[in-house]
């Protein structure tokens, strides 16, 4: 479709959403050209309105279109625990469980050295001086169970022990609702040490 | 994220497009806001542009700019010979094997009763007017070998050759490269059937 430019920046315009290839970028456009029209203006105006508007907060860096965002603002929320998750998802994901009222810090990454993520591309400066505030007693991490995740929880824990705060992880153990005979050797060892 | 309209409006835009729920079109929100503000502007002017200028080849049905596409007014092309597919992807398909020196015709999807998809729907009416221009020798169905596309072209096929034209199907058979070991029952007996 040697003539049809507009069609070809479409289709490389949607190449740039992580897991979509050429022929899900084709597929895609010509949905959306042949059946949701509107869905694709809708997309459009979203996208222009979300890279104008949202930023990250300056006091835990998740996404907010404010300087800081309604989360860390709120006087009902316990500003002595602060919970440091890998992404905005992540502290969704928390959230839903209506389990936790203290404050949150996005890392928006996980220490990586594979792909060249340091320390200062997941704000770890910032976290220390948020952490040391005087206000926060216990730090609890959330980062994700996976190597990576596990790496940057060290990290922190290590740091922030060396500068006197509490720190804590979230538990390791058992799914809620599984059978242990469906359940991984690593992770009933892990209920095991854990046991409480 | 209550409190983020903006962020919800990407995840819902993003929604529209097929094959992605609100897991994915989270992931695809973060990443973008995240690592590619770029792309996700890039991506916005382009569905703006591509909603704008794409329309419908009034020849063949494809999407183009102009009011006829490019191909339709390749003087070099075989007028005699009228090629009906289902999408501009399955065009795109025949034009990469450079086989094929005619014209198109685009259904922009097949007859699906169940979806309440009807000849209306997929210009028919349209399509037998195209091809009894009287410069038209041959129609050739490259409709989809699923069971949606061959009762297209079934239906198509009936209606065109009681209109004297010559109607012709893609051959089915063993693909290049296959060891008939591995080759399911159906293909080998079309295959047999089909022999030249």
């Known amino acids: 479709m ?10 490389e315009g949607l190449r740039r959403l992580p897991g979509v290839g050429v022929k899900s970028a084709s ?3 010509f949905h959306l050209l042949q059946h949701d029209r509107a869905g694709a203006q809708l997309l459009a105006q ?14 835990c860096h998740t996404f907010t279109e404010k300087e800081v965002c309604d989360t860390c603002t709120d006087p009902r929320r316990d500003a ?3 919970c440091v998750v890998e ?13 936790y009222q203290g404050l949150y810090f996005v890392l928006m990454g996980k220490l990586s050295p594979l792909d060249g993520i340091g320390p200062k591309d997941i704000g770890l400066s910032k976290l220390f001086e948020r952490a040391t505030d005087g206000v926060v007693q216990e730090v609890i991490l959330a980062t994700n169970f996976t190597a990576e995740g596990e790496a940057t929880a060290h990290v922190i824990a ?3 022990k060396a500068r006197g705060l509490k720190v804590t992880r979230l538990a390791r153990g ?8 469906y359940v991984d050797l ?4 892990h209920a095991l040490v854990d046991r409480r």
Chains 1, 2 share one sequence.
């Open 2 to 11: 040697s003539d049809n430019n507009s069609l070809n920046a479409l289709i």
């Open 27 to 29: 597929r895609m456009a």
């Open 46 to 59: 979203a996208l222009q309105q979300a890279t104008t508007q949202i930023r990250h907060c300056t006091r």
């Open 80 to 82: 002595a625990k602060l």
């Open 87 to 99: 992404t905005p998802a992540d502290q969704a994901a928390l959230e839903r469980t209506a389990a």
């Open 158 to 160: 290590e740091a922030l």
């Open 174 to 181: 058992v799914p809620a609702g599984s059978e242990l005979e």
């Open 186 to 189: 690593g992770t009933i060892a």
